[in-house]
């Protein structure tokens, strides 16, 4: 338990929660993970239905045994690390900056 949880009381938590930097905070957040989150899903749905509906597609060969199935599966998992990459890039410029101005403020009044 760090020195901020032991001493800070509920109205401090409280004030934060309430206040426009954590308003903001969550509003950027939220920004990107509802459009990101939506647009992975439909990516994947996208996947899912063409292995389902159109499996001819699917089996057709790019190279060799590759075929469009496999380089949509691979897809998945590239696509999980670029979102990966690009959140990181979001919080480091968005995110991080408000989180540590609402994190130093806590840590000065708990050090009253």
Sequence with gaps: ????????????????????????????????????????????????????????????EVLGHVNVGLLFGLGQFVSTFVITGLYVRHANKHLDPVADKLRDELEEVAAK
């Excluded at 401090?12 to 950027?28: I, M």
């Excluded at 459009?35 to 057709?60: I, K, N, R």
């Design 1 to 60: 338990m760090t020195t901020t949880e032991r001493t800070l009381a509920p109205e401090d938590w409280e004030r934060v929660h309430q206040s426009a930097d954590f308003a903001r905070l969550r509003r950027k957040l939220r920004s990107f993970v509802f459009p990101m989150t939506g647009l992975f899903l439909a990516w994947y749905l996208l996947y899912v239905l063409l292995a389902d509906y159109a499996p001819e597609f699917m089996s057709t």
